[in-house]
């Protein structure tokens, strides 16, 4: 089992920038990948960004540059470095981790761009 908790969300100006992170309970050295996800109301949730215990980094197309994953083994944390904000980012960002075939997630973080 595998706990997840994200902070840094807010309400930032389109332009913004804004770090969301995400603390596991345990070593991350075991999941496979991490990710983040985000829902915006009325959509479905979405792929962000994910990164493998490997390091190998997928982004989804909308990132374009604007985001980036990292992660810290030794503090058992993911980040998501996220710069040029728009109003269209605006959603619940979800932490999510998967070890083999059994998927966890954090409760989420609201990030809302607006001026």
């Known amino acids: 089992q595998v706990q997840l908790v994200e902070s840094g969300g807010g309400l930032v100006q389109p332009g913004g920038s804004l770090r969301l992170s995400c603390a596991a309970s345990r070593t991350i050295f075991r999941l496979d990948v991490m990710g983040w996800y985000r829902q915006a109301p009325g959509k479905q949730r979405e792929l962000v960004a994910t990164i493998t215990s490997g390091t190998r980094i997928t982004y989804a197309s909308f990132v374009k540059g604007r985001f980036t994953i990292s992660r810290d083994g030794g503090k058992n944390m993911v980040y998501l470095q996220m710069n040029s904000l728009k109003p269209e980012d605006t959603a619940v960002y979800y932490c999510?981790?998967?070890?083999?075939?059994?998927?966890?997630w954090g409760q989420g973080t609201q990030v809302t761009v607006s001026s």
């Open positions: 999510n981790a998967a070890a083999g075939i059994t998927g966890y």
